[in-house]
């Protein structure tokens, strides 16, 4: 495991080894953590803030962006980190997780107090105090090297990730999607964050295309079904049209009744039509589902979370 750092003798505590390479721990002795515990995928941006948590054992969060970007989803249990460009051969991955013990309201100065008693020092964060860091035995990576906010998880999800987009747990509507195009390797961005017009959006589904950008949304009957919701996807929808967006709305009936011979099919054509995905493989092959055949069990098939997810 990650030792605390505590003066003079840290360099005995280097060798005798930091990392626990656990893929699953136990929170308590005996006991392992529940599938549906609540995991954040928060951002290290300076090499300082690993430190902070391996050696310190605790992470801070500003309030007003927990407020923002994590309300319904807080406080986690887990904290994961994934790592930004700045950790160069480890970078756009998470390798190291630990246990939230505890979460409390601080000043930026009660964090730092050697740093200038400024307005900067008046802020107030959340401080999660840590377990000790532990490293997956397989990292999970981003495809495309891509920029988070923050990503709200469960255990069984963080466990089975293969990549940065298994972790995504916004709606059983666009895990079903997600595991559809998965199954025919078609791999868009899940939960995308991107700047149109001048306002902030998150993409349920962004495609890179050759010669376009596609965005797929999934359309939950009760939360669009809300006259102010389809007032705001009116703009939103505006927004990424005029950005260069091309969208394609699915709903609740269709992805559940209509996903293999409606939804799928014109995914691929407009896919087709935007010259084909950006990746090694330009154009998606053509897909003529059989509802009757064989299908591969899932990440979000009802199954136990593997201890060495593929």
């Known amino acids: 495991m990650f030792l605390r750092r505590t003066g003079a003798g840290h360099n005995n505590e280097r060798a005798a080894g930091m990392v626990n390479r656990r893929r699953e721990p136990e929170k308590q002795l005996g006991q392992k953590p529940p599938a549906r515990d609540e995991v954040l995928v928060s951002i290290l941006n300076h090499p300082r803030d ?16 927990a407020d923002k970007w994590l309300l319904r989803r807080w406080p986690p249990q887990w904290l994961t980190f994934y790592q930004t460009s700045i950790f160069g051969r480890e970078a756009f991955a998470i390798r190291y997780y630990a246990p939230v013990l505890h979460v409390r ?34 990292p999970i990576f981003s495809r495309r090297r891509r920029r988070i906010i923050f990503i709200p998880t469960t255990w069984q999800k963080f466990m089975s990730a293969a990549e940065i987009n298994d972790l995504s747990d916004e709606s059983p509507l666009e895990d079903r999607l997600w595991a559809e195009l998965k199954r025919h390797d078609l791999n868009p961005e899940r939960q995308e964050f991107i700047t149109a017009n001048g306002h902030d959006y998150a993409l349920d589904f962004a495609f890179y295309c050759a ?30 049209e005029t950005g260069g967006w091309k969208l394609l709305r699915f709903n609740t009936s269709q992805l559940n009744d209509q996903i293999t011979d409606y939804c799928l099919p014109t995914i691929i054509k407009n896919l087709q039509r935007l010259g084909g995905l950006a990746e090694d493989r330009l154009i998606p092959r053509d897909i003529q589902p059989d509802p009757s055949g064989p299908s591969q069990m899932s990440l979000f098939d009802d199954q136990s979370p593997p201890v060495n997810p593929s």
Do not use: C, M
Request: charged content about 35%; proline content about 6%; overall charge negative.
């Open 50 to 65: 690993l430190a902070l948590a391996r050696d310190h054992h605790w992470y801070r969060i500003p309030v007003r962006s």
């Open 105 to 138: 309201q601080v000043l930026r100065r009660e964090l730092f107090p050697d740093q200038p008693r400024d307005e900067k020092a008046l802020q107030r964060y959340y401080q999660l105090i840590l377990g000790p860091l532990q490293q997956l035995d397989r």
């Open 211 to 240: 010669t376009g950008r596609l965005d797929v949304e999934t359309d939950g009957d009760t939360w669009h079904s809300d006259p102010h919701r389809i007032s705001e996807d009116n703009l939103r929808d505006n927004d990424l």
